[in-house]
């Protein structure tokens, strides 16, 4: 067992590398959004306010209801909320940048997800593949830029790490938050979930920033391990997406951001205009789960088009 100060500078060092590396990515993201933008990505501030059509459709009140889910979700998150720590976080940062785990193309990827059902959720229960294809069908529909569709046509392809000796679904799937500092009640069960996890207990954790300096961008934060960190990893090193794409990949997930306002006090200038870009993408991730289930082979030459435009033919997973 670590001891609990040794982990706090093992973190702040780790952070600082961190840092470096997320400089270096920046750069390379402004080249490739210029390279990207050309005919068909516009993204100005009227971009963001358009509202999807799920607006005038859909009864809001009817999806994330985790109070009265099943015990399916509710023993997920208790899991979760145990045994995501910052050591663990920051083991499998290093252990995913070491290796490859397979060779495989994103539709393969898809396909591969076809079986998985996510334990976490208490609006799906189709298959992965379904998902993807209704979020992207969802952003079609609307007219949104092609950049936009393949984002919410691969958003969740991290869920592949379940085939990859995943302990489980709990590090993998679910709402994300913040390791290495307190736990604000807008998570999902509240504060009170994490009491089993050693963190909690840790006072130097537990604190409004723990290991992170107040503002310092949520470039620099870690989020809990799972399939947003794991394929934002993969997108920004081998893709060419661009940046608000690669956030709405890493904060799609983290509600108790986009939804619920928590860590504002941890974002700098730059996330407040990230945040306007995943709470464009939020609605398809969500409403469009009780759409009806896509045909498969119908759409897949459209969607096979658009994956050339911003992948390789094969992905390092
Ligand atoms: O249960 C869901 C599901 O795992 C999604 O893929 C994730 O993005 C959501 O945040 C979560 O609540
Ligand atoms: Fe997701
Ligand atoms: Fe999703």
Redesign the pocket.
């Known amino acids: 067992m670590v001891h609990a100060p040794e982990v706090t500078t093992f973190a702040k060092d780790r952070a600082a590398k961190l840092d470096r590396i997320s400089d270096e990515v920046d750069e390379v993201n402004v080249l490739k959004l210029k390279a990207s933008k050309g005919e068909d990505v516009n993204i100005d501030d009227k971009f963001w306010e358009e509202q999807s059509k799920f607006d005038s459709e859909k009864d809001k009140t009817t999806f994330?209801q985790y109070e009265d889910a099943c015990d399916r979700?509710k023993s997920f998150y208790l899991e979760q909320h145990t045994k995501q720590t910052l050591a663990y976080n920051l083991k499998m940062r290093e252990e995913f940048r070491k290796t490859v785990r397979a060779r495989m193309s994103i539709w393969e990827a898809m396909e591969l997800l076809e079986t998985l059902v996510?334990?976490?959720?208490?609006?799906?229960s189709v298959g992965q593949i379904q998902?993807l294809l209704q979020t992207a069908e969802s952003m079609r529909r609307d007219g949104k830029p092609e950049w936009m569709q393949v984002t919410g046509l691969i958003?969740?392809l991290g869920?592949l790490l379940c085939f990859f000796g995943a302990d489980g679904q709990w590090d993998?799937?679910?709402?994300?938050f913040v390791v290495g500092c307190k736990f604000p009640e807008a998570i999902?069960y509240g504060s009170e979930s994490f009491k089993a996890n050693p963190d909690y207990n840790n006072p130097e954790l537990m604190t409004e920033n723990g290991i992170y300096e107040p503002h310092c961008g949520l470039d620099n934060v870690m989020l809990s391990w799972?399939?947003?960190e794991y394929l934002y990893d993969i997108c920004k090193r081998q893709s060419t997406l661009p940046k608000e794409a690669l956030s709405m990949i890493r904060y799609?997930?983290?509600?108790p951001w986009h939804r619920e306002e928590a860590y504002q006090h941890l974002m700098n200038e730059d996330d407040k205009v990230q945040l306007k870009a995943v709470r464009a993408f939020n609605p398809y991730?969500l409403y469009s789960k009780s759409d009806a289930p896509p045909v498969v082979d119908e759409l897949r030459p459209y969607y096979e088009g658009l994956i050339k435009k911003f992948f390789p033919p094969e992905i390092e997973w």
């Open positions: 994330r979700v996510d334990e976490s959720d208490p609006d799906t998902h958003h969740d869920k993998v799937v679910g709402d994300t999902v799972g399939h947003d799609h997930s983290f509600y991730d």
